[in-house]
C-alpha cells in the first residue's frame, strides 16, 4: 500500500512513470492526508453508497472512498494516470477507472450499468477551468444522485455558495441554488497540493433538491433570463436584457417597472423569484405579440 500523502512518495512514483503534470488540465494533486478522509466522510453516507468520482489523479482520493463505499467509478481523462492507477489502486476491487471526459459521459447509462438502485453520490478535485461546466452538466442532467462533494479554487466556492441576490451571485449561482442546497464545508490551502497552485480552495456540498424552490412558466426562457441578465455585469438588467433576448429596451423596462424593480437595477440584485417573475413576465410579452 503506498502512502500518497508523502510528496517523495508521489514524485517518485510519477517519475517512474514518465508522468510530468499538464498545466492545460490544470493538475494538482493533493499531498494532505486530512483533507481526503473528510471528503470521503462527506461524500459517503453508508457502505451501500455507490460513488463517482470526476479525476482520480494519483488515486489518493479514490482510496479513501473505495474503503468507505459499496462501489466507486472513477471518471478519469489522462491516459498517462492509468499505470499509476494501476499501482496505486491495486489492492481495491471495488475501484473501476473509466478513462474518458466527465463533460461527454453519458452519466445516466453509467449510473443504471454500476449501480442500479443504490444511493449514488460525487465527489472531486476539480480544476478551475472546468468547475462551472461540470457542476452545470451533473445538476442540469437532473441525475439520480444524492449530493456533490466538490473542491474547487475559494473564490469559486464563494461564488458557488452565495445566496442570489449576493455581490457575488451569477448564473452559476442561480443555476445552484435551482437544483440543490450549497453549503460550504472546509478550507483547503494552497500548500496541500503538489505542484502548490497560486490561490487556496474549498470544499462544497451541494444536495440536490427533489424540487425545484421557483416554477417559472418556461423553464428554457428562465434560464435564458438568467443567463442574459449576468452575460454583462456591468451593464444595467434593462440594457443587459434587451440585448441577450433581443427585445427592444423600452418593453425590457417596462416590464421591469410593473414588477416594481428601478430601473437602473443590476443583475446581481435578483433573487431566484426576481427571476421566475421576470421571465414570466416576459413569457407573456411574447406570447401576446
Known amino acids: 500500500m503506498y502512502n500518497l500523502s508523502d510528496i517523495n512518495t508521489v514524485k517518485r512514483l510519477l517519475e517512474q512513470n514518465g508522468f510530468h503534470f499538464s498545466k492545460k488540465l490544470g493538475q494538482n494533486f493533493l499531498i494532505d492526508p486530512s483533507v481526503c478522509p473528510?471528503?470521503?466522510?462527506?461524500a459517503v453516507s453508508d457502505g451501500e453508497t455507490g460513488i463517482i468520482e470526476i479525476g482520480a489523479g494519483v488515486g489518493v482520493l479514490t482510496s479513501e472512498l473505495a474503503e468507505r463505499a459499496e462501489k466507486v467509478v472513477s471518471i478519469e481523462l489522462d491516459t498517462r494516470l492509468l499505470p499509476v492507477l494501476s499501482q496505486t489502486l491495486n489492492g481495491?476491487?471495488?475501484?473501476?477507472?473509466?478513462?474518458?471526459?466527465?463533460?461527454?459521459?453519458?452519466?445516466?447509462?453509467?449510473?443504471?450499468?454500476?449501480?442500479?438502485?443504490?444511493?449514488?453520490?460525487?465527489?472531486?478535485?476539480?480544476?478551475?477551468?472546468?468547475?462551472?461546466?461540470?457542476i452545470m452538466k451533473l445538476l442540469e442532467s437532473r441525475?439520480?444522485?444524492?449530493?456533490?462533494?466538490?473542491?474547487?479554487?475559494?473564490?469559486?466556492?464563494?461564488?458557488?455558495?452565495?445566496?442570489?441576490?449576493?455581490?457575488?451571485?451569477?448564473?452559476?449561482?442561480?443555476?445552484?441554488?435551482?437544483?440543490?442546497?450549497?453549503?460550504?464545508?472546509?478550507?483547503?490551502?494552497?500548500?496541500?497540493?503538489?505542484?502548490?497552485?497560486?490561490?487556496?480552495?474549498?470544499?462544497?456540498?451541494?444536495?440536490?433538491?427533489?424540487?425545484?424552490?421557483?416554477?417559472?412558466?418556461d423553464e428554457?426562457?428562465?434560464?435564458?433570463?438568467?443567463?442574459?441578465?449576468?452575460?454583462?455585469?456591468?451593464?444595467?438588467?434593462?440594457?443587459?436584457?434587451?440585448?441577450?433576448?433581443?427585445?427592444?429596451k423600452s418593453a425590457v423596462l417596462q416590464i421591469l417597472t410593473d414588477l416594481g424593480f428601478d430601473e437602473n437595477i443590476r443583475a446581481e440584485k435578483f433573487t431566484l423569484k426576481d427571476f421566475e417573475r421576470i421571465a414570466d413576465a416576459v413569457y407573456n410579452y411574447k406570447k401576446d405579440r
Open 38 to 42: 473528510r471528503m470521503a466522510d462527506e
Open 92 to 134: 481495491f476491487d471495488n475501484i473501476e477507472i473509466v478513462n474518458d471526459d466527465i463533460l461527454k459521459v453519458d452519466l445516466h447509462s453509467l449510473i443504471k450499468e454500476n449501480f442500479g438502485d443504490r444511493k449514488v453520490s460525487v465527489c472531486a478535485n476539480l480544476p478551475y477551468y472546468i468547475t462551472s461546466p461540470v
Open 143 to 217: 441525475l439520480p444522485i444524492e449530493k456533490i462533494i466538490v473542491m474547487v479554487q475559494k473564490e469559486a466556492a464563494d461564488r458557488i455558495c452565495a445566496s442570489v441576490g449576493d455581490r457575488d451571485s451569477g448564473a452559476l449561482t442561480a443555476a445552484v441554488n435551482y437544483y440543490s442546497t450549497a453549503e460550504k464545508l472546509f478550507f483547503v490551502p494552497r500548500g496541500c497540493f503538489l505542484p502548490s497552485p497560486k490561490v487556496d480552495s474549498e470544499v462544497i456540498s451541494l444536495k440536490l433538491l427533489k424540487e425545484n424552490p421557483v416554477n417559472p412558466k
Open 220 to 248: 428554457k426562457l428562465f434560464w435564458q433570463v438568467v443567463k442574459s441578465a449576468f452575460a454583462q455585469r456591468r451593464k444595467t438588467a434593462v440594457n443587459s436584457l434587451s440585448s441577450g433576448l433581443s427585445i427592444e
